[in-house]
Antibody
Framework: EVQLVESGGALVQPGGSLRLSCAAS????????IHWVRQAPGKGLEWVSC????????YYADSVKGRFTISRDNAKNSLYLQMNSLRAEDTAVYYC????????????WGQGTLVTVSS | QSVLTQPPSVSAAPGQKVTISCSGS????????VSWYQHLPGTAPKVLIY???QRPSGIPDRFSGSKSGTSATLGITGLQTGDEADYYC???????????FGGGTKVTVL
């Protein structure tokens, strides 16, 4: 069974940093592009970033470019999102999602982890 | 403001049909395949439609998708109370190198 489990969400002050993780199981993690998608309270889904299977292709939304860094460790079946210079508007539930085939559609999603940026 | 525009809400009685539109802001935005997602609060989003009109296994045929020009449509027939959720269209924008979602449509079963 394909599973994606996010962790690392927390309450953090503005300007602070946080690292999210996404643990994958039930499939060959190293073969898939993976994305981070977030949902702020009362708002819709917003794409954040993606990383290809070999980490050779990485893209970011303009709203996080220069502040967030996506990475993966295929040996550990894990995806990461390093978030720096956090702002109140980064408050959201963060989901990792598997791309069926690069930039195609999201066939599996995790349950999400909550990041709250507040003083 | 999303590059994909959806109506904020649609509603209908149980057993009836609703359609949700997804319009692109430019002629290229929907050059790639469109997918649709159902999202219930507190749960993981679920793909309902991919490749504009294909259903993954396990998705009932009450859900259908279509695309024409710069617009895509999700249809839900035989509406059930369990269909109350937020629905999002999405596609890859190759000009921006980013995935884009519509703003989401809340479906209410009256």
């Amino acid at each position: 069974e394909v599973q994606l489990v996010e962790s690392g969400g927390a309450l953090v002050q503005p300007g602070g940093s946080l690292r999210l993780s996404c643990a994958a199981s039930g499939f060959t993690f190293s073969s898939y592009t993976i994305h981070w998608v977030r949902q702020a309270p009362g708002k819709g889904l917003e794409w954040v970033s993606c990383i290809s299977s070999s980490s050779s292709v990485i893209y970011y939304a303009d709203s996080v470019k220069g502040r967030f860094t996506i990475s993966r460790d295929n040996a550990k079946n894990s995806l990461y999102l390093q978030m720096n210079s956090l702002r109140a508007e980064d408050t959201a539930v963060y989901y990792c999602a598997r791309d069926y085939s690069t930039f195609y559609f999201f066939d599996y999603w995790g349950q999400g982890t909550l990041v709250t940026v507040s003083s | 403001q999303s590059v994909l525009t959806q109506p904020p809400s649609v509603s209908a009685a149980p057993g009836q049909k609703v359609t949700i539109s997804c319009s692109g802001s430019n002629s290229k935005i929907l050059n790639n395949y469109v997918s649709w997602y159902q999202h219930l609060p507190g749960t993981a989003p679920k793909v309902l439609i991919y490749d504009n009109d294909q259903r993954p296994s396990g998705i009932p045929d009450r859900f259908s998708g279509s695309k024409s020009g710069t617009s895509a449509t999700l249809g839900i027939t035989g509406l059930q109370t369990g269909d109350e959720a937020d629905y999002y269209c999405g596609t890859w924008d190759s000009s921006l190198n980013s995935w884009v979602f519509g703003g989401g449509t809340k479906v209410t079963v009256l």
